[in-house]
């Protein structure tokens, strides 16, 4: 099988520079544009099952790509709570950039190159918590009957739309340097890892944090 591990597109917490973690927000009008930019350069992808996070940032991401497919016909859709954002308790909404601070931290900075070493609030959850629920979601992807090539020799592609944090704890265990959690930045807005699994569960990162829309249009809110 091949996942498509997408993170979903802009908010207006994003641009803003705020925390959302498990917060519901929508996507904006940019970040359902670029979701739909990605769905026309995967337009010929037949995809055979959707796997959203709950959250409605997620899922309309994935409507906007499937919306362009000309192939895949109905799309059967299941959402894992495995794949959610991680939670950022108290800290949720509140501004982390340097233009807006409003964090009870005082190494915040630190989080973009080890969230290990950030003291969250109580209410939140941990890293290695979501390192834990997201290789179980992996695991248990590998391991399913139903995706996997079969008689027919057909492959399977999945669409996977989560989170950037949670995109790259589910991917933690296939980088070739697990201990960089974030391989150099928070995912951009949209962007794809693509991840083969064989039919003994063998899973490996065939591409990494594709683009396919102008690069010109990437983002990093959380640095600057």
Known sequence: MRLYIMRHGETDSNRQKKLQGRADNP????GIRLAEEVGRALEDIRFSLWISSPLKRAVQTGEAVL???RV???????KDERIIEISFGSWEGLGCG??????D???FSDFYRDPELI???KDAETPSEVKARTA????SISERE???TGRDSVEKNVLVTTHGFAMRAILNSLYEDPNDFWQGRVPANCAVNIVDIDDSGYARLTEKDVIYYDKGEVKDYFRN
């Open 27 to 30: 996507l904006n009008a940019c």
């Open 67 to 69: 919306s362009q497919n």
């Open 72 to 78: 895949s016909g109905d799309v059967p859709l299941e």
């Open 98 to 103: 340097k233009d807006n601070f409003e964090l």
């Open 105 to 107: 931290c005082d190494n």
């Open 119 to 121: 003291r969250f609030p």
């Open 136 to 139: 179980e979601f992996l695991r």
């Open 146 to 148: 139903d995706l996997k």
